[in-house]
Structures are given as structure tokens and as C-alpha cells.
């Protein structure tokens, strides 16, 4: 079975903080990793996946195998950047995806 | 790039009416769709997978005659709710694999379609 794990379901920072959204996943095999991101009233997107290996609007994140977690990190948060994010696992194409409950994250002037 | 349309973005019914609501791929074909429920505050949860040609594979605890999943061809699956009632209110949420081989496990979204029954 495949689980994403999402401990916060808040994180609040100032603008210019560092912010780090953690994600901790469950999968026996090799899992591909996504970030997706729910601006308010607009749709889920993708933001990045980790077989990009790249950096979609300041934000990274590592997959680490040994810690089974996808953290999503940007180092200097600005106001847009408030949204709901998502940590999402597939087993592989063809597999469906599951999503961690999800992190809001609000970034304060 | 690539974009899902759902529609109706909201509806309300009364109780113990059908609702139809459809999810198309515009500019790519999509032979995987999924249906998702969305409570406020809360995360999606898959309800099923929707296959170009065949049955939808339902997730456990999904009443698949409750929740009747058509997939009639590679843009258009739709989801209808029978005999919809008040617990049924929710944000239903429809995502298209792809496009093309690149995209084969990415997910493309619907804006949603938010479900009021009286």
C-alpha cells in the first residue's frame, strides 16, 4: 500500500522566511514523487515532480529514500506563494496517485 | 498547455435528483480519468478510476451505483450522482492523465464542480 504523510496541516510564516513543507511517504517499490499546489479559487496544478530535478517558482525539493521524504523547501517565501500544497506518490505510469492531506501555507507581509 | 473542463462548476439539486456532471480533456486524449471528492478543509479522495472503453475501478467504501462513472470516449468521462442527497454535497473533482508519454503520470485537473443538494 502507498501513504503520503503530511504532518501540517497549517504553516505560517513571514514574507522572506525560509519555508520548508514537510512529506513523508510509505511505498515498497520505486515511487515517483509530486508537489501540487491550490492557489485560492483556482484549480490544483502540478508544481514540480522529483524526476524533473527543478526549481518552479523559487521551490525545490529532494526526494530522500532513506528518510522516505519529499520536503518542499523554497528559501525566501513571498506572499503568492499562500496556498494549499499537496504531496502526491505514484507507484508508476499506469498506477494512480495519492495525496498527503495536504499543508496550507500562509506567507505574512 | 494541456486543460480539463468541468462542467457544471456548481450545481443544486433537490433531494433525490440525478446530477451529471462531465469532465473533459480540450486539447489531448485521455484515456485515464479520476474522480475525486473533495470535503472543505480536507483532501481529495479518490473515488475512482475512469477507463476509455471500460467499467471505472472503484475505490473501496465508493457505492458504484451511487456514484455512475461513463468514459465514452478519449475526452468525456462523466460522473453521475443517483438520487443525490444532502450528505452527497460536495466538491467533485475530475483529473486527465498526460498529455503524451512525458506526461503519462501527471495529472491534469478540473476546476472542480461543486455539488449542493437541498
Known amino acids: 500500500a502507498q501513504r503520503v504523510t503530511q504532518p501540517e496541516k497549517l504553516l505560517s510564516v513571514f514574507k522572506g522566511a525560509p519555508v520548508e513543507l514537510k512529506c513523508n511517504y510509505s511505498?515498497?517499490?520505486?515511487?515517483?514523487l509530486f508537489w501540487y499546489v491550490q492557489y485560492s479559487r483556482q484549480r490544483l496544478q502540478l508544481l514540480l515532480r522529483h524526476i524533473s530535478r527543478e526549481s518552479i517558482k523559487g521551490f525545490t525539493a529532494d526526494l530522500n529514500k532513506g528518510e522516505t521524504s519529499f520536503h518542499l523547501k523554497k528559501p525566501f517565501a513571498q506572499e503568492e506563494d499562500s496556498a494549499m500544497y499537496y504531496c502526491?506518490?505514484?507507484?508508476?505510469?499506469?498506477?494512480?496517485?495519492?495525496f498527503g492531506g495536504g499543508t496550507r501555507l500562509m506567507v505574512k507581509p | 498547455g494541456a486543460v480539463v473542463s468541468q462542467h457544471p462548476s456548481w450545481v443544486i439539486c433537490k433531494s433525490g435528483t440525478s446530477v451529471k456532471i462531465e469532465c473533459r480533456s480540450l486539447?489531448?486524449?485521455?484515456?485515464?480519468m479520476f474522480w475525486y471528492r473533495q470535503f472543505p478543509k480536507q483532501s481529495l479522495m479518490l473515488m475512482a478510476t475512469s477507463n476509455e472503453g471500460s467499467k471505472a475501478t472503484y475505490e473501496q467504501g465508493v457505492e458504484k451505483d451511487k456514484f455512475l462513472i461513463n468514459h465514452a470516449s478519449l475526452t468525456l468521462s462523466t460522473l453521475t450522482v443517483t438520487s443525490a442527497h444532502p450528505e452527497d454535497s460536495s466538491f467533485y473533482i475530475c483529473?486527465?492523465?498526460?498529455?503524451?508519454?512525458?506526461?503519462?503520470?501527471?495529472?491534469?485537473f478540473g476546476a472542480g464542480s461543486r455539488l449542493t443538494v437541498l
Open positions: 502526491a506518490l505514484s507507484g508508476g505510469a499506469g498506477n494512480m496517485l495519492t
Open positions: 486539447d489531448f486524449q485521455a484515456t485515464t
Open positions: 511505498y515498497s517499490g520505486s515511487p515517483e
Open positions: 483529473s486527465a492523465r498526460g498529455p503524451g508519454v512525458s506526461g503519462a503520470n501527471v495529472l491534469t
